[in-house]
């Protein structure tokens, strides 16, 4: 049944790095409560996959949306990825979300990375065919698409948990759901990327379209195909299992430093603010 929009400044877009849990039940936190569980929306794009509304308890509480998976419909595959995009970020837009913090756990390109490593990048390269431009049609800067604010809060939360954080890096996002060939991976290489995945856009171009500060967190899950490494599925399975609770404590205790209240100094002058995106309802 579709629900009533909560009111949220604060959103985690989880992805495949806390797939492997229940979010934030099994994190270890203490202080969060679910709110509302299995919450599907109604958007002008269809309905939201189920989703929960959690409040982060604290001197200041915050209510969050929890949106699993970049909120794309895994079991009903005739709704794309970018529809899937559409509903949730016209759901963030609505619910007044700010602040938006992500992970994805993605391919390592850059040889100095090794399995387990936590990148919080500064930068993306889109090699996508197809742009998704619901929102944000307009022309938007993209100098520093990743808000410093809330880069600073990951980093001092993983390097609690994570024995290797790099504070900076390039992010190459692919179009999926098949990964890069050796020939590709030399490619991305040396365009200058570090890390490829297939989620960050139109996550942090759409968040930009709707006024929000986005930083992701992305864990090196496998190493790029000319590596040498392997990656077998069972080993995968064990690798996301382990960490998806670490990475989750992670985002929950950065999300407790945000506020949503502050103008971002990072975002901001770059945001095309209200006037902007209501043009595009
Ligand atoms: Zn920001």
Known sequence: MATKIPRAAYAFLNGSATWACRFPEDCGVEG???????????????????????????????????????????????????????????????????????????????????????????????????????????????????????????????????????????????????????????????????????SVTPDVTYARAIGACIAVLNLVAYLAEDSGSDWPEAQLREFYNHNAPRVGRVLIEAMRRADSAEPCPSCGWQSGGPARWMDNR
């Open 32 to 198: 969060v409560e679910v709110l509302a569980e299995g919450a599907v929306f109604d958007t002008p794009y269809g309905k939201t996959v189920p989703l929960k509304v959690v409040r982060l308890g604290g001197e200041k509480p915050k209510d969050a949306l929890v949106i699993p998976m970049h909120g794309w419909h895994l079991n009903a595959p005739h709704i794309t990825h970018q529809q899937s995009s559409d509903q949730v970020f016209w759901l963030m837009r609505e619910a007044g979300v700010k602040k938006i913090l992500s992970d994805a756990g993605v391919g390592g390109l850059n040889p100095l990375l090794e399995i387990g490593d936590v990148i919080l990048p500064d930068d993306f390269i889109e090699a996508r065919t197809r742009r998704a431009e619901t929102f944000g049609g307009q022309d938007m800067r993209m100098g520093a698409p990743f808000c410093g604010g809330l880069r600073e809060a990951l980093l001092e939360e993983a390097r609690k948990v994570f024995p290797r954080v790099m504070r900076r890096g390039t992010t190459v996002v692919t179009e999926g759901p098949r990964f890069a060939t050796r020939a590709e991976v030399h490619m991305l290489r040396a365009w200058g990327g570090d890390i490829v995945g297939q």
